[in-house]
């Protein structure tokens, strides 16, 4: 897996599903998104690259009706952030960031909801997730 990435995605539970998640829209410089249990849990917010992110919602978002995906500039953020790559037991490398993540970091975000599957719902993105 190519660790220098031009994007890599945050996927977060919608604001309808868990009002947790909720931030502003516009997203403003200075909001903070908030870190989902499994992030708090193990000290790192878990991103995915584009090819990563099909599978982690096949994965952990299985039976969540809609999510929101947030896009962040790699080099941007591994400029002014500590981003990892951590290899996981199935040998793929995984990007993690070492803070939390800010509206500055967001390009931007989209939600989808799920239909008959994840893949049929990122079809609808295929220009964006890149």
Known sequence: MAQ???YVYKIIPSASVDSRFYFNQPLAASDTIMMTELDLKDGFVH???VQQVP???KRFF???????ILRMDYGR???FKRVTWDQTSSGESYPHLHAQIEG???D???EIERNQSWDDSLQALSNWLV
């Open 62 to 68: 299985d039976n969540v009706p809609s999510v929101a």
């Open 108 to 110: 931007s975000f989209k």
């Open 47 to 49: 991103m995915s690259t």
């Open 55 to 57: 599978g982690v919602l």
């Open 104 to 106: 500055e970091n967001v």
């Open 4 to 6: 220098n990435p031009q």
């Open 77 to 79: 953020l591994s400029a």
